[in-house]
């Protein structure tokens, strides 16, 4: 491992370095999220939100060990394993200096986390307290006593009856996990009963609809974060962030096809997806390099001036120079050059390559390795070993 990483490029600073450095962050990890329902009609401020900031044009939430695997990505920058997030990242026994609410309690921060609905679930409140997050208050240990967690609980009701936590602090890090995505959909349930007028004439199966109303609802909750941000004057000098833990495996690949309105496979297109990157006060910027969740944390260190020695991550800065990838669940994978499926073993170039056969063959020996020490610095507690923790 010490050789590996040793001899692992780094991503230096760059024009991004320090970009946000002390601005406020609010984080969301969205329940099956999916861009593919991001509507400038029906979900107004997730439109704006997706299309302003950086917008993102390849961007992937990889769907490996459903949820507890999408939020292991954005918060440790590292490829999931099954085995090590039973045994270490779920135990809460590892050491990672780059947690996000360590990093930003270092700079001052005050940080808290909250979840509509129950706070052992997945024993997130041990993960999480890893991470550095004290204060994390979901249904069962507080937040109930404020709302109704009951499931399906709302993600607007969460905002409203907990960004007063926050909101007059000087510098604050808030990490929001929401529900109201999670299958099955119907529309007899919450959502779909609540968006139902919204939702009549669209030429969609009801299936569908029931999915999009769940994304309603999430772009309520962020309209009124936004008007809360606005009306105690912190808009300007706070950061939006949100990732999909995994696209909406509640809906069949066909449905998904309905939602994306064109046909999409079921390896790569469908965990195609919007990254939100936001801040009111900046000029919108394009980003087309590819890059998937665990991009995420490396990015957002860069961004805001946070050091930390880049080869030690497996996700890399998405604004920082150099080819991107996205891993898959079965080895696939894309880069800035072209996709690969790896039950197929067929690569599909989208620009001319010297030699693409030795590419492909570099690229599978990368993704091998990324997703190799990721389990390794799981099962070796490598940081700690690094650090001397």
């Known amino acids: 491992m010490n050789e590996y990483f040793k001899n692992e ?3 230096y600073t760059n024009e991004y370095t320090s970009f946000f450095e002390g601005k406020n962050l609010i984080l969301f990890m969205a329940e099956s999220f999916s861009g593919y329902a991001v509507d400038k009609d029906l979900t107004p401020t997730l439109y ?18 459903s949820t507890i695997g999408g939020e292991f990505q954005e918060l440790t920058g590292l490829y999931p394993v099954l085995r090590c997030l039973s045994y270490y990242w779920r135990k809460g026994s590892n050491y990672y200096p780059y947690g996000l609410a360590t990093v930003f309690k270092e700079k001052e921060y005050t940080t808290y986390a909250y979840h509509n609905s129950s706070y052992t679930f997945q024993d997130r409140n041990v993960y999480l307290k890893s991470l550095g997050f004290d204060n994390f208050l979901a249904g069962g ?4 006593e404020r709302m109704s967690c009951k499931w399906p609980a709302e993600d607007s009701e969460m905002i ?22 999670h299958k099955s959909y119907s529309m007899s349930s919450r ?13 969609y199966s009801s299936t569908v609809k029931a999915y999009i109303a769940t994304q309603i ?17 912190r808009l300007e000098d706070t950061v939006i962030a949100l990732v999909a833990d995994h696209y909406p495996y509640g809906l069949t690949s066909e449905q998904m096809s309905e939602l994306a309105g064109k046909e999409i496979d079921s390896t790569i297109e469908i965990n195609r997806n919007s990254f939100i990157l936001y801040n009111a006060a900046m000029e919108t910027t394009t980003i087309d390099k590819v890059a998937s969740s665990i991009d995420v944390l490396p990015t957002m260190l860069n961004l805001f001036g946070i050091e930390y020695d880049s080869r030690l991550i497996i996700g890399k800065d998405l604004l920082a120079p150099g080819e991107g990838l996205a891993m898959f669940g079965d080895r696939s994978w894309v880069s800035d050059s072209g996709v690969y499926y ?4 067929r690569f599909y170039a989208n620009k001319e390559l010297n030699n693409e056969e030795e590419y492909v063959s570099f690229m599978n020996d990368r993704v091998a390795n990324r997703i190799l020490m990721s389990e390794d610095i799981m099962e070796q507690d490598y940081y700690s070993y690094v650090f001397g923790k």
């Open 9 to 11: 490029s780094p991503t």
């Open 48 to 65: 704006k939100l997706v299309n302003n900031g950086f917008h993102f044009t390849n961007f992937y939430t990889p769907t490996i060990l």
């Open 141 to 144: 240990n507080g937040l109930q």
């Open 160 to 181: 409203d009856v907990t960004y007063e936590d926050y909101i007059s602090d000087e510098h604050f890090f808030a990490y929001y996990v929401t529900v109201s995505g």
């Open 191 to 203: 959502f779909g009963k609540k968006y139902k007028d919204l939702l009549n004439d669209l030429d």
């Open 217 to 233: 609802e999430l772009d309520r909750a962020l309209e009124s974060l936004l008007n809360h941000l606005s009306e105690n004057g």
């Open 342 to 345: 790896a039950k197929k073993h």
